[in-house]
């Protein structure tokens, strides 16, 4: 299931980026957009704007053929990602543990990796998991990354204050017990962190300010 959100997270960002460089070098509005290959507006506004039951999920292929039948640049943006050429190397901030508790790194971990996954990557840093998060009986500390293989995921430096925006969104977060990695929902007036199966990480607390993961990279 974890992986499949990730995958899901990832391919939407693609597309919103792309959609976003098309209507730039359209000179439209995104609904001019969609008006233009036929497609109704509300459902590329409703996916850029995660509304649910308009591309909440993604876009359909349907869609996506529609778009590029209309504007050729569009498969050539999804095909090969707009991106910065230039390597940034990203600061690796921290560990992020079984408990989803993001911990510091260990003497030996590595303290950045180099990416130009975005334009503005400079404005963002990662948290490392390895392949052992989902392990009953995990090895050693002094094991963990001798050989395995780590994910990294990238958030922006500026947490959102308004945890409306980052509602039922992957986030890492600053809580009243500390800093970690989880699904932020709403109950009542407040925000608590949950699992990958819909489990609330009760040891959280209260989520005070949260940054979306906005990207995925497998080492």
């Not at 499949?4 to 976003?20: C, G, N, R, T």
């Not at 408990?99 to 510091?104: A, F, H, I, P, T």
């Not at 994910?151 to 800093?179: A, H, M, P, S, W």
Request: glycine share 6%.
């Amino acid at each position: 299931m974890e992986e499949i959100l990730l995958v899901i997270d990832m391919e939407k960002e693609q597309l919103k980026l792309a959609l976003k460089n098309l209507a730039k070098q359209q000179g439209m509005s995104l609904s001019d957009l969609a008006t233009h290959a036929g497609i109704a507006p509300s459902t590329i506004t409703g996916f850029m704007n995660d509304v649910p039951g308009r591309g909440h999920y993604g876009l359909s292929a349907r869609t996506q053929n529609k778009l590029s039948e209309e504007y050729s640049e569009f498969k050539d943006m999804i095909e090969k990602p707009i991106i910065n050429t230039n390597l940034v190397n990203v600061p690796i901030i921290g560990m992020w543990e079984s408990d989803y508790r993001v911990n510091g790194l260990e003497l030996g971990m590595p303290s950045s990796f180099a990416s130009n996954w975005s334009t503005n990557i400079e404005s963002y840093s990662a948290v490392i998991r390895n392949e052992n998060f989902f392990d009953i009986n995990p090895p050693t500390k002094t094991k963990r990354f001798v050989n395995g293989e780590v994910r990294y995921y990238l958030f922006r430096n500026t947490y959102i204050e308004d945890l409306n925006k980052t509602e039922n969104k992957q986030v890492y977060c600053k809580t009243t017990t500390g800093n970690f990695i989880g699904y932020q929902i709403k109950e009542g007036n407040k925000f608590y962190l949950y699992t990958f199966f819909g489990e609330r990480i009760d040891i959280a607390g209260e989520i005070l300010k949260a940054s979306k993961i906005e990207w995925t990279k497998q080492n």
